[in-house]
């Protein structure tokens, strides 16, 4: 069965510094590789996925997030944050040994000051 | 287009009460799910649904029930309620496609539930 393990818990980051959010994987075959975000009592939303193709993927609003198979690691990333960007942010993991249901991390809430 | 709806948003029980937590979709989507969100745990899954008529476990499932008459609906039923099963719940669906093995969830607004 495969699993997910968020690094960070909580990340404080200041208005217009990068961020980093940390994500690892196990899994014995090939995975889908997701990252959700949840605004504040809000459901989630799908930020950006890994499906096949290239190892890096992007959002609409600046996020990025690469595959990295060796290290099964799927960390996404911000160069510049807004105060909008806080919020609840979800790796998940899906591949075939689960009939492709999506497996979540524990979450890493993004706090941004100004 | 309302996508997917969940009601009461807020609902207070006492130990060993019941009810119902409702769960409306407008996509068309064959697949429905419902998770539990507790604090530092993520989400886990205790039901699912491919399609009317069809449900299954999920991770979690005990004290919980589903059914799915509709394609539209996925209500879930909590017969005995437990303090353990105080949390916030989340009801989602998704297309899934023969030759697609993945798709994108789409997530309501959650119901939070309190077991006192």
């Known amino acids: 069965a495969q699993s997910v393990t968020q690094l960070d818990s909580q990340v404080p980051v200041f208005e217009e510094a990068p961020v980093e ?26 930020l950006l996925k890994y499906l096949s193709g290239s190892t890096l993927v992007e959002s609409i609003n600046g996020f990025e997030a690469e595959f990295n ?6 960390h996404l990333r911000k ?24 497996s979540f991390g524990a979450g890493t809430t993004v706090t941004v000051r100004a | 287009n309302a996508g ?26 064959n697949y429905m799910y419902w ?5 530092g745990m993520g989400l886990k899954l205790i ?16 004290g919980y029930n589903v059914s799915r008459s509709t394609t539209e609906d996925f209500p879930l039923r909590l017969e005995l309620a437990a303090p353990s099963q105080t949390s916030v ?11 697609r093995m993945t798709d994108t969830q789409y997530f309501g607004p959650g119901t939070r539930l309190t077991v006192l």
């Not at chain 1, 919020?87 to 249901?101: I, L």
């Not at chain 2, 709806?5 to 407008?26: A, E, H, N, V, Y």
């Not at chain 2, 989602?92 to 496609?97: D, F, G, L, N, V």
Request: charged letters at 15%; glycine letters at 6%; one cysteine or more.
């Open chain 2, 4 to 29: 997917v709806t969940q009601t009461p948003k807020f609902r207070i029980l006492k130990i060993g009460q019941s009810m119902t937590l409702q769960c409306t979709q407008d996509m068309n989507h």
């Open chain 1, 21 to 46: 959010l940390r994500c690892n994987y196990s899994s014995s075959v090939s995975v889908y590789l997701f990252w959700y975000v949840q605004y504040p009592n809000q459901g989630l939303q799908l």
């Open chain 2, 47 to 62: 039901y699912y649904s491919v399609g009317a008529g069809i449900t299954d476990k999920g991770e979690v499932p005990n």
């Open chain 2, 89 to 99: 719940y989340f009801c989602a669906s998704s297309q899934r496609t023969s030759g």
């Open chain 2, 35 to 39: 998770y539990r969100q507790d604090p």
């Open chain 1, 79 to 102: 160069p510049s944050v807004h105060i909008s960007d806080t919020a609840e942010y979800f790796c998940a993991v899906s591949d075939q040994t689960n009939d492709y249901k999506l």
């Open chain 1, 69 to 74: 198979k060796s290290q099964t690691s799927f």
